[in-house]
């Protein structure tokens, strides 16, 4: 079966544009976790939607949004780009019937902000 | 709060050789414990996870691990390294529905 899938993959922007990226989960995984990942800060949890609401929330200024639709895909958006947004941003999913914590990540996408 | 330690930043070992990657984690409860490994420019994959029962569990790609609640570690193990599992590998904790805490990482360099 399909596993999670980013696009885009790659993409660069400049200071103070702004940025969605998508997210596609494992077909009925209905919970989807964004991590912003950098050289410096290791991996960091940027917010978590289940059936359309977010239910947890990373410490991220709120430049940082996302959101659910109705079929589980995601999309996150940064405002007003900074330099040290660039970064690769992981989308995982989850089944929550599992009763577990297990996270498939899709491979990422790759932010340069110049 | 809950944090994970990855005391060793790299790590270089020859083909065929043994390979255990330490992993100490702070939580007040009984914790969900996972290895995840990430290829260059690739997402993470899971190696194994230990959730109850059994203190050693085995993974994909020949991996073990070690829940010692005593020293709060999670160890991963592997017998006799390939050269394909150059990787960076990281630990994480979390309980059922709460964000995954990870550590910053092992990067593992594998020589001939």
């Known amino acids: 079966k399909a596993g999670v899938t980013q696009t885009p993959r790659y993409l660069i922007k400049t200071r103070g544009q702004q940025v969605t990226l998508s997210c596609s989960p494992i077909?009925?995984?209905?919970?989807v976790s964004w991590y912003q990942q950098t050289p410096g800060q290791g991996l960091q949890f940027l917010f978590e939607y289940f059936s359309e609401t977010q239910r947890n929330k990373g410490n991220f200024p709120g430049r940082f949004s996302g959101r659910q639709f109705s079929n589980s895909r995601s999309e996150m958006n940064v405002s007003t780009l900074e330099l040290g947004d660039s970064a690769l941003y992981l989308c995982a999913s989850r089944k929550e019937a599992s009763g577990a914590n297990v996270l498939t990540f899709g491979a990422g996408s790759r932010l340069t902000v110049l | 709060a809950q944090s994970v330690t990855q005391p060793d930043i790299h790590i270089t070992v020859s083909e065929g050789a043994s390979l255990e990657l330490r992993c100490n984690y702070s939580?007040?409860?009984?914790?969900?414990l996972f290895w995840y490994v990430q290829s260059p420019g690739q997402g993470l994959q899971l190696l194994l996870k230990y959730f109850s029962g059994d203190t050693l569990v085995q993974g994909i790609k020949g991996f073990e691990a070690e829940f010692k609640r005593s020293q709060s570690s999670f160890n991963l193990r592997k017998p006799s390294v390939h050269w394909s599992d150059a990787a960076e590998y990281f630990c994480a904790v979390g309980p059922r529905l709460t964000p995954l805490v990870f550590g910053k990482g092992t990067r593992l360099s594998v020589i001939a």
């Open positions: 939580y007040g409860a009984t914790p969900y």
């Open positions: 077909s009925g995984h209905r919970s």
